[in-house]
């Protein structure tokens, strides 16, 4: 007995030495690395690293702060997502008469996308031979999330959300400049400009030349001022305002050749059967990798039809937090689904624990195979020398870095990081590469 009260006083202090040793050495690194940088001195950061096999954090920095996350909130949509919709979307639900097919949209982002070359909904849709008729009274929410950009609405990243999207709710508008031989017999540069898909909206041509190819839409309303440009080819996507679901049953008739009329609340039926869609890990595997904000929002705006019977992301929002994330360590305040909003305020603290329960509740291969890797989709060029030992979401708005996720060090180890900084005064490519070199650092020395 007085051997092992020996040992035991022996090796207490050790292990609290090397604790002490390993924040030293960590603080050390973050202060060289990432808090002194030049540009950085003066902004807010958040650093929390935790080792799950310790069951305990190794460092700590304002990791009980709230920072604004960028695309970090993606991590939350992302598990709301793979918590309440099953391995495939459900595309259109529907209830079926003799001679017609009422159809409730869903809000899946994949419809007629050109990330998907198979689309079972348009499919089955084209071939139902039957009067379609649709009704979005499942609908409670509007185009824009809270606290988005009014002005970035010209920006293939914040396309309106709605219950039936198609096309990712953009248009693809493309030049492609040819040399052609005038009447004289001179060579001229001819533009040529077309969309995907084809719009009968108004298009307008600005009669001067610029160097750049740009279309500019009305703000509210789909009328297109097109600019013809220099270069040989270029391709852009612009949102268009979807007016609920007007706007794709305006573009669907081209497409299944036939029309869908929308009905009034009143005269609603009741559904029962579903058409499924794409994976849904595929979905989000894309969302991930190349932080689409599109996929994001629609994706938890599926997930609270789900849980409620209705789409209402502030709603959804509010009974995840009250269910299976009541267990946060800082309550957060979370807005939107895709991180656009500068309401959204987290602390790293969330983050880790959300990163654990990722893994306890879906398995780390799960949860690591829908987030990129060093020198993949939104890593691309960084963590080149560390292949398969992180697995991250980054998160960028003006003046805002975000970075969370897993590494394993060079020894093996399992860590969960989140790094969150804001207000800084310099480049997003300095800032990342700063965090770049203090988790390289915090790989090396475990």
């Not at 899946?108 to 689309?119: A, K, V």
């Not at 040819?178 to 084809?198: L, W």
């Given at each position: 007995m007085r051997l092992h009260t020996q040992l035991l006083a022996w090796l207490v202090p050790a292990i609290l030495l090397t604790a002490c040793s390993s924040q030293k050495?960590?603080?050390?690194?973050?202060?060289?690395?990432?808090?002194?940088?030049?540009?950085?001195?003066?902004?807010?950061?958040?650093?929390?690293?935790?080792?799950?096999?310790?069951?305990?954090?190794?460092?700590?920095?304002?990791?009980?702060?709230?920072?604004?996350?960028?695309?970090?909130?993606?991590?939350?949509?992302?598990?709301?997502?793979?918590?309440?919709?099953?391995?495939?979307?459900?595309?259109?639900?529907?209830?079926?008469?003799?001679?017609?097919?009422?159809?409730?949209?869903?809000?899946?982002?994949?419809?007629?996308?050109?990330?998907?070359?198979?689309?079972?909904?348009?499919?089955?849709?084209?071939?139902?031979?039957?009067?379609?008729?649709?009704?979005?009274?499942?609908?409670?929410?509007?185009?824009?999330?809270?606290?988005?950009?009014?002005?970035?609405?010209?920006?293939?990243?914040?396309?309106?959300?709605s219950p039936l999207p198609v096309y990712g709710n953009t248009i693809r508008w493309t030049q492609v400049l040819e040399k052609t031989e005038s009447q004289d017999g001179a060579i001229v540069n001819e533009a040529f400009v077309y969309s995907e898909p084809e719009v009968s909206w108004k298009v307008n041509f600005n009669p001067s030349k610029t160097s750049s190819f740009s279309v500019i839409r009305d703000r509210y309303t789909n009328q297109f001022t097109i600019s013809e440009g220099k270069e040989i080819l270029r391709t852009i996507e612009i949102p268009f305002v979807t007016n609920g679901v007007l706007s794709a049953l305006d573009l669907l008739k081209d497409t299944i050749h036939r029309s869908i009329v929308l009905v009034p609340a009143e005269t609603t039926r009741q559904v029962d059967r579903v058409r499924y869609s794409q994976l849904r890990d595929s979905v989000l595997k894309t969302m991930m990798f190349r932080s689409d904000n599109f996929f994001a929002e629609q994706v938890l705006l599926m997930a609270s039809q789900e849980a409620l019977g209705y789409m209402n992301t502030t709603d959804f929002i509010d009974t995840v937090l009250k269910t299976a994330c009541s267990g946060l360590p800082h309550p957060p305040k979370w807005v939107d689904a895709s991180g656009l909003s500068r309401y959204n305020l987290f602390t790293p603290q969330d983050f880790i624990w959300l990163l654990k329960k990722m893994e306890q509740e879906m398995g780390q291969n799960k949860v690591l195979q829908l987030l990129p890797g060093g020198n993949q989709g939104t890593l691309s060029n960084y963590y080149t020398g560390m292949a398969d030992?992180?697995?991250?979401?980054?998160?960028?708005?003006?003046?805002?870095v975000a970075l969370s996720g897993y590494l394993t060090t060079k020894k093996g180890e399992p860590l969960l990081f989140s790094i969150l900084v804001n207000n800084h005064q310099t480049s997003a490519a300095k800032v990342r590469r700063s965090v770049e070199a203090f988790l390289q650092k915090l790989w090396e020395m475990n």
């Amino acid at each position: 007995m007085r051997l092992h009260t020996q040992l035991l006083a022996w090796l207490v202090p050790a292990i609290l030495l090397t604790a002490c040793s390993s924040q030293k050495k960590l603080g050390q690194s973050a202060r060289e690395l990432l808090l002194q940088q030049e540009g950085l001195k003066q902004a807010h950061i958040g650093i929390s690293i935790y080792a799950p096999k310790k069951n305990s954090y190794l460092y700590n920095y304002q990791a009980d702060k709230y920072f604004v996350p960028a695309s970090n909130t993606k991590l939350f949509s992302m598990y709301a997502a793979m918590k309440w919709l099953g391995d495939s979307l459900p595309g259109i639900r529907y209830a079926e008469t003799e001679d017609s097919i009422y159809l409730q949209a869903t809000g899946d982002p994949t419809l007629l996308h050109p990330d998907f070359s198979d689309h079972p909904v348009i499919d089955w849709l084209k071939a139902s031979g039957k009067e379609l008729v649709i009704q979005q009274d499942n609908w409670k929410e509007k185009e824009f999330g809270y606290g988005w950009a009014w002005d970035d609405y010209n920006s293939a990243y914040m396309p309106e959300r709605s219950p039936l999207p198609v096309y990712g709710n953009t248009i693809r508008w493309t030049q492609v400049l040819e040399k052609t031989e005038s009447q004289d017999g001179a060579i001229v540069n001819e533009a040529f400009v077309y969309s995907e898909p084809e719009v009968s909206w108004k298009v307008n041509f600005n009669p001067s030349k610029t160097s750049s190819f740009s279309v500019i839409r009305d703000r509210y309303t789909n009328q297109f001022t097109i600019s013809e440009g220099k270069e040989i080819l270029r391709t852009i996507e612009i949102p268009f305002v979807t007016n609920g679901v007007l706007s794709a049953l305006d573009l669907l008739k081209d497409t299944i050749h036939r029309s869908i009329v929308l009905v009034p609340a009143e005269t609603t039926r009741q559904v029962d059967r579903v058409r499924y869609s794409q994976l849904r890990d595929s979905v989000l595997k894309t969302m991930m990798f190349r932080s689409d904000n599109f996929f994001a929002e629609q994706v938890l705006l599926m997930a609270s039809q789900e849980a409620l019977g209705y789409m209402n992301t502030t709603d959804f929002i509010d009974t995840v937090l009250k269910t299976a994330c009541s267990g946060l360590p800082h309550p957060p305040k979370w807005v939107d689904a895709s991180g656009l909003s500068r309401y959204n305020l987290f602390t790293p603290q969330d983050f880790i624990w959300l990163l654990k329960k990722m893994e306890q509740e879906m398995g780390q291969n799960k949860v690591l195979q829908l987030l990129p890797g060093g020198n993949q989709g939104t890593l691309s060029n960084y963590y080149t020398g560390m292949a398969d030992a992180i697995h991250a979401k980054t998160g960028t708005l003006s003046g805002h870095v975000a970075l969370s996720g897993y590494l394993t060090t060079k020894k093996g180890e399992p860590l969960l990081f989140s790094i969150l900084v804001n207000n800084h005064q310099t480049s997003a490519a300095k800032v990342r590469r700063s965090v770049e070199a203090f988790l390289q650092k915090l790989w090396e020395m475990n």
